[in-house]
Nanobody, 115 residues
Framework: QVLLVETGGGLVQPGGSLRLSCVTY????????MAWYRQPPGKQRELVAT???????NYAESVKGRFTGSRDNAKNTIYLQMTNLKPEDTARYYC?????????WGQGTQVTVSS
């Protein structure tokens, strides 16, 4: 059974930083592309960043220059470093493992940006 567990969310003031982690259990992420999504309150889930097998990344325009995705295959973990956080970044953040036969999602971690 594959399980993804996100951690690192919390309440932060505007301009602050957080680092999210997503650990995968039950499979080796080395052979999978991974991604970060978020779902703001009352809105649809949206793609934030992709972290490819080789470590390459792509970002949504709204987070470019502020968020950095990375992976540590030895720890079976991907990360999302978030800086200069804004109130509009408030959302539940999810990691996803991309698989041809069906993706796996974590349960998410809440990020709230507020003064």
């Amino acid at each position: 059974q594959v399980l993804l567990v996100e951690t690192g969310g919390g309440l932060v003031q505007p301009g602050g930083s957080l680092r999210l982690s997503c650990v995968t259990y039950g499979t080796d992420i080395r052979i999978f592309h991974m991604a970060w999504y978020r779902q703001p309150p009352g809105k649809q889930r949206e793609l934030v960043a992709t972290v490819a097998i080789g470590g390459g990344t792509n970002y949504a325009e709204s987070v470019k220059g502020r968020f950095t995705g990375s992976r540590d295959n030895a720890k079976n973990t991907i990360y999302l470093q978030m800086t200069n956080l804004k109130p509009e970044d408030t959302a539940r953040y999810y990691c996803k493992l991309n698989r041809a036969l069906g993706d796996y999602w974590g349960q998410g971690t809440q990020v709230t940006v507020s003064s």
